[in-house]
């Protein structure tokens, strides 16, 4: 039973920061790598950072020079680093990780809360 819980979610003013944890429990056949999607009140779920085994990051334009995803190997954790937000990062964050056998599959997180204030 592959399980992700996110922690660190809350409200903040514009400018600031807020770090995001997703810790991951179970084994992932065909583990390829993890990451963080985020989803505005109507809007579809967007890609906001992830990180491959291999190292390599993918950022959401929005999000570039503000955003830093990182993992612990050791604690099987992802981490979200948020500095400078802005009103417009408000979301629901869901950590995501996804693996590869002969199809993609994508396990989910129950999300948390960001809310950037003015």
């Known amino acids: 039973q592959v399980q992700l819980v996110e922690s660190g979610g809350g409200m903040v003013q514009a400018g600031g920061s807020l770090r995001l944890s997703c810790s991951a429990s179970?084994?992932?056949?065909?583990?390829?790598?993890m990451g963080w999607y985020r989803q505005a009140p109507g809007k579809q779920r967007d890609l906001v950072a992830f990180?491959?085994?291999?190292?390599?990051?993918n950022y959401a334009d929005s999000v570039k020079g503000r955003f830093t995803i990182s993992r612990d190997n050791a604690k099987n954790t992802v981490y979200l680093q948020m500095n400078s937000l802005k009103l417009e990062d408000t979301a629901v964050y869901y950590c995501?990780?996804?693996?590869?056998?002969?199809?993609?599959?994508?396990?989910w997180g129950q999300g948390t809360q960001v809310t950037v204030s003015s």
């Open positions: 990180l491959s085994n291999s190292g390599s990051t």
């Open positions: 179970g084994t992932i056949f065909g583990f390829y790598g």
């Open positions: 995501n990780a996804r693996a590869r056998t002969t199809i993609w599959y994508d396990y």
